[in-house]
């Protein structure tokens, strides 16, 4: 195959009367890996971030329980700890009461608003990894 592409279909919004609604909220531009030629990065850029919301990247050792004895300010709240069978019994309830609510949006049928962010791979060959 002499030349290819790879597109994406990407949900950003609720579609109809709910419009403004986000689906997938895309943080920052998709990392592509590989032999890519050119993507529509350009196109895209208005999707990416748009309230510019801060990513919160954690501690790779308080993120990883490793150090138990983590300092905390004085401005975090601490709660007690929650029985784990309670937990469970929360959780539980929740997924009956999402399975019941369940609703789909597709691009195809206008609930959902997206935008398409296509790259263009080039050649295809035969086991090339």
């Not at 790879?6 to 592509?32: A, D, F, Q």
């Not at 929740?94 to 399975?99: E, G, L, N, S, V």
């Amino acid at each position: 195959i002499s030349e290819s592409y790879i597109e994406i279909s990407w949900p950003y919004e609720v579609g109809g009367e709910k419009t403004g609604k986000h689906l997938l909220y895309l943080m920052r531009k998709p990392k592509i890996v590989g032999p890519v030629i050119k993507c529509n990065d350009a196109e895209i850029e208005q999707y990416i971030n748009p309230y510019r919301i801060k990513e919160v990247i954690e501690d790779d050792k308080v993120a990883k329980g490793a150090s138990k004895d983590a300092e905390i300010s004085s401005d975090v709240s601490v709660f007690p700890e929650i029985d784990p069978s309670n937990r469970r019994k929360k959780r539980e309830a929740d997924r009956t009461k999402r399975a019941a609510t369940t609703l789909v949006f597709s691009c195809d049928d206008g609930s959902a608003k997206c935008f398409t962010y296509k790259c263009r791979i080039g050649k295809l060959e035969p086991n090339i990894t």
